[in-house]
């Protein structure tokens, strides 16, 4: 059983049939449950003398959901055709028996819910949404202002005021069916969800406006990127998007389109604000982070599917493996040239890793080998090293003298990149295993697959080597000591394949594992009956013609800071942090935050309180309002007492306005005491906090340039001020020089 805030209880039945309860208002004694017989049914919640189940009948479809009203005399049922019933008591009958039948049982007790309980209801009213062509997939209802809330399978939702059935307003919002609704506390606010196409909204209906609307990856994300200031991620998935993603907000800012394939990797340049990405379509791309745009795309002589991809650390050049033609290509960023296709690998290549130094580029190959190319030498010497299995990642350590790779067989192998030997192993099998499959023939210990890693990534200091595999676990290895440090579990979702450690034999059958068994003809939905996959075309196990998704890393990377890393698996974006300041928390706004309390407030001299407000409504104006308000002397206990949320805001903000304003030496009193009250945080964090130095930078050269310049042009002025008065004077003392000088 689940329970959440808004829907009262859930259940979850192991059958076909799933019953959706909502409990009364009224001391909680009575739900009610829909099914796919096309009814609901009234159940109390402790037993009564007499009381039988009651039926509610009458729905040409499955019956969705069903909701009490707040007084608890309306019941609302709705159905996936489109029709509403409100029920409602029936007038009593005239004759003794059944007044003494339905009288005698409220009169024992006081409450009210054993009133509802022993209520005849009867159809009062049959509504239809009148939506043709459509199906109700989801639905909710606010008691409180009697809003009933309708997510369609077209992407329609409306909303209706009940028990009038008045249609507030109709919507489209999404390609795709509305999987699930939700409505806030204050019904104010509402929240849609879109799966196939991993949409959220969140809605203001009064004023009709987003509040939110984001979209991730709706298939697998495949690979990950930090940007150099540790401040973003870059992700690339299955369905050929590349998104950029907030660590702080966790918020998705930017997404490009141009890719027509999957995403095999990403990378960002170490210099400038450029992100590369390589794709199955036969491309790599540069994307500029200032404007946002697609400004060099780089193909090869013949097409291939490029599978992964480095940058030169001074990003001039670009590097691509294929999987068709066993070449890497390299390419220039500024004129988009090929400039050399390194052939030698027998075998597709899974990885490549330019080293720190920049001279020497890592390869590693399905031929069971790695190459060190150098590839800006005269000499254009190759060194191979030679594993037992096929290489699967290859990484450098941060100063360059050692590179680690993963192996199909489990291994991490390290090699000495200067004596060009083998230096340490790590054995990872036991470690790496994850849960046993549903169709697994053996426990998940003694099975082989999937007991490798597909990723690793070096820590800053490259002490630890991060490692993750297609299992549900993500590894931190002390590179020295050859011993495990952590184990990650990524997920706990048990409807992932691989989760659990052992099968559960109670779905065990004759018939064999019932996980195993296609129930897809059993769907309510024709469309989600039908499959029209041809063998082999599903994500997963190629092999097979219908797979459970398995929890699996596709992909790990520390961060630049060293405080936090993160991994694209099958639950999504995973972002794990030793800073409690990293936080999703999209939801700071509320209903009683606007611009007139903030003036109230700023009225009644709160300037900390109306400077969070301000940052929260996030409007310049109004930010620039409360800032230029605060007295010059509170400056000091404010930037002491300004929350850490707030700070990069509060930075950034300064650096802006010192830019544009006059006020110069109050917005350096501002930066002053911000940098003295929270140095040893910011100094803990610079990576994270590094693009808001340099905005401070510049602001504050800015300003020294102008000083400079003025001072100058002053000191000038003063000189030939000063030089005029020598000459005044000396016309004082002698009349003829002042003809003279008159006259010349």
């Known amino acids: 059983m689940k329970f959440s805030a808004s829907s009262g209880l859930q259940i979850h039945c192991t059958s076909n049939i799933i019953l959706k309860a909502r409990y009364a208002h009224h001391s909680h004694r009575c739900f009610l449950t829909t099914s796919r017989d096309m009814t609901a049914r009234l159940f109390t919640l402790d037993p009564l003398e007499g009381f039988r189940p009651k039926t509610f009948a009458g729905h040409r479809d499955l019956v969705l959901n069903a909701f009490f009203s707040e007084d608890g005399k309306t019941i609302y049922t709705v159905s996936r055709d489109g029709a509403v019933f409100t029920w409602r008591a029936k007038p009593r009958e005239s004759t003794s028996d059944s007044d003494s039948e339905s009288d005698e049982p409220i009169a024992s007790t006081s409450q009210l819910g054993n009133e509802i309980a022993h209520t005849r209801w009867g159809v009062h009213k049959r509504n239809y949404f009148g939506q043709h062509g459509t199906k109700v997939v989801c639905s909710t209802f606010h008691r409180p202002s ?25 919507l489209s919002i999404s390609q795709e069916k509305i999987s699930s609704v939700a409505i806030s506390p204050s019904g104010e ?6 799966r196939k196409l991993g949409q959220l909204l969140v809605w203001e209906w009064q004023s009709e406006s987003y509040i939110l609307k984001q979209q991730g990856h709706y298939f697998d994300m495949n690979t990950l990127a930090y940007a150099p200031d540790g401040q973003n991620i870059a992700t690339g998935g299955d369905d050929g998007k590349v998104k950029i993603w907030n660590t702080t907000s966790g918020f998705c800012f930017v997404t490009f389109t141009e890719h027509s394939a999957a995403i095999s990797a990403v990378e960002f340049a170490k210099q400038g604000q450029v992100l590369f990405s390589a794709s199955l379509d036969g491309t790599v791309r540069a994307f500029d982070l200032i404007r946002y745009r697609n400004f060099r795309t780089f193909t090869s002589p013949t097409p291939v599917q490029f599978s992964c991809l480095a940058v030169d650390p001074s990003g001039e050049v670009v590097a691509a493996g294929s999987t068709d033609s066993f070449e890497i290509f390299l390419w220039s960023v500024q004129t988009g040239k090929l400039l050399d296709v390194l052939a030698g690998h027998e075998g597709p290549v899974s990885s490549l890793a330019f080293s720190p130094t920049g001279n020497q580029l890592a390869s590693g190959s399905w031929d069971k080998s790695i190459r060190l190319w150098n590839v800006f030498g005269r000499s254009r010497a190759v060194e191979p090293f030679q594993l037992n299995a096929d290489v699967l990642s290859v990484a450098f350590r941060p100063d360059g003298k050692e590179i680690a790779a993963s192996t199909l067989d489990g291994q991490v192998t390290f090699f000495d990149v200067a004596l060009g030997k083998q230096t340490n192993v790590i054995e990872g099998r036991k470690d790496v295993s994850g849960g046993r499959k549903a169709d697994d023939r053996m ?17 800053a200091d490259g002490q630890c080597l991060l490692a993750g ?5 993500v590894v931190i290895y002390d590179v020295r000591d050859s011993v495990m440090v952590k184990k990650f579990q990524i997920s706990q979702n048990l409807s992932l394949d691989g989760t659990e450690e052992f099968l559960d034999s109670r779905r065990m059958t004759e018939a064999g594992n019932l996980d195993l068994i296609d129930d897809r003809g059993e769907e309510s939905d024709l469309e989600d009956r039908l499959d029209h996959t041809l063998p082999g075309a599903t994500r997963g196990d190629m092999s097979k013609r219908r797979y459970r998704q398995e929890a699996r890393t596709k992909c790990v990377r520390f961060s630049p800071t060293g405080r936090a890393w993160a991994a694209a698996s099958t639950e999504g974006l995973l972002i794990y942090s030793i800073d409690d300041t990293l936080h999703f928390d999209p939801f700071d706004l509320d209903i009683d935050l606007t611009p007139q309390s903030l003036l109230s407030v700023l009225a009644g001299h709160e300037y900390l309180k109306a400077l969070v407000m301000a940052f929260r409504l996030n409007e310049k104006s109004l930010i620039q309002k409360v800032y230029e308000s605060i007295p010059r002397p509170d400056i000091k206990l404010l930037a002491r007492q300004l929350p850490v949320t707030y700070l990069a805001q509060m930075l950034r903000f300064v650096s802006e306005h010192l830019e544009k304003s006059p006020h110069l030496e109050f917005d350096l009193t501002w930066a002053n005491n911000l940098l003295a009250a929270h140095g040893r945080f910011l100094r803990d964090r610079s990576g994270e906090y590094a693009s808001v130095f340099r905005i401070l930078q510049k602001g504050l050269m800015d300003s020294e340039q102008s000083i400079s310049k003025i001072c100058d042009e002053n000191g000038s002025m003063l000189s030939y001020l000063l030089d005029q008065s020598k000459v005044k004077s000396g016309e004082d003392e002698d009349g003829d020089a002042t003809m003279v000088v008159d006259v010349a």
């Not at 009697?146 to 109709?170: A, C, D, Y």
């Not at 606010?189 to 879109?194: D, I, K, S, V």
């Not at 426990?443 to 820590?459: H, V």
């Not at 595999?469 to 676990?473: A, E, I, Q, R």
């Open 189 to 194: 606010w509402l929240a849609f969800g879109a």
């Open 443 to 459: 426990a998940a210990s003694n099975n082989s697959s999937g007991k490798s890693y597909n990723s690793l990534a070096y820590t």
């Open 469 to 473: 595999g297609n299992s549900k676990y």
């Open 146 to 170: 009697n809003l009933l809330v309708v997510g369609f399978s077209t992407g329609v939702f409306g909303l209706w005021e009940m028990p009038e059935f008045s249609n507030v307003h109709t």
